[in-house]
């Protein structure tokens, strides 16, 4: 079975950093590109982050760009966004997800973590 | 302001057949496959359809989605209490390097 754990989420200050993972289970984690995704609180998805199964190719939304670091390590199995200069907009649930090479659908999600910036 | 636009909200009595628009432009939609996500409340996004019509393993095919250009849709048929979720449509956008969604529509069954 696809499991995709988040953790690292918690409440930050305005301006502060912070680490989340993403731990893969039940598949081969390096065949597959990821991507984080968020949700602010009752708002949609934004996508904000890709990385391809090798880490060569690396992409971010603007609203992240320059803030924002995508990582992973295949020998452990693990995605990780490092998150610096935190905004209040950054406030939401931020979720791991998995992204086929075939026809590219994000075909599994983890539950996500809650990042909540506020003074 | 979601790159992708959908209807905020669609609904239908159960049995009935809805459809859920996703207008987009040449760089989204126009030159890639479009993707939809089912959200129930409180938990995480299910892919519903890939590669525009595709439905995965497990997904009735009461669910059906096409592309006509710049636009897809999603179709529901035989509406049922359960279906009562938010929907989003996504793409991979050329011109911005990254996916894009729209901004979810929310489908009550009433």
């Known amino acids: 079975e696809v499991q995709l754990v988040e953790s690292g989420g918690g409440l930050v200050q305005p301006g502060g950093s912070l680490r989340l993972s993403c731990a893969a289970s039940?598949?081969?984690?390096?065949?597959?590109?990821m991507n984080w995704v968020r949700q602010a609180p009752g708002k949609g998805l934004e996508w904000i982050s890709y990385i391809s199964r090798a880490g060569s190719n690396i992409f971010y939304a603007d609203s992240v760009k320059g803030r924002f670091t995508i990582s992973r390590d295949n020998a452990k199995n693990s995605l990780y966004l490092q998150m610096i200069s935190l905004r209040d907009e950054d406030t939401a649930v931020y979720y791991c997800?998995?992204?086929?090479?075939?026809?590219?659908?994000?075909?599994?999600w983890g539950q996500g973590t809650l990042v909540t910036v506020s003074s | 302001q979601s790159v992708l636009t959908q209807p905020p909200s669609a609904s239908g009595t159960p049995g009935q057949r809805v459809t859920i628009s996703c207008s987009g432009t040449?760089?989204?939609?126009?030159?890639?496959?479009v993707y939809w996500y089912q959200q129930l409340p409180g938990t995480a996004p299910k892919l519903l359809i890939y590669?525009?019509?595709q439905r995965p393993s497990g997904v009735p095919d009461r669910f059906s989605g096409s592309k006509s250009g710049t636009s897809a849709s999603l179709a529901i048929s035989g509406l049922r209490s359960e279906d009562e979720a938010d929907y989003y449509c996504a793409a991979w956008d050329d011109s911005l390097s990254g996916w894009v969604f729209g901004g979810g529509t929310k489908l009550t069954v009433l």
């Open positions: 039940g598949f081969t984690f390096s065949s597959y590109s």
């Open positions: 997800a998995r992204e086929t090479v075939t026809s590219h659908e994000i075909d599994s």
């Open positions: 590669s525009n019509n």
């Open positions: 040449s760089s989204n939609i126009g030159s890639n496959f």
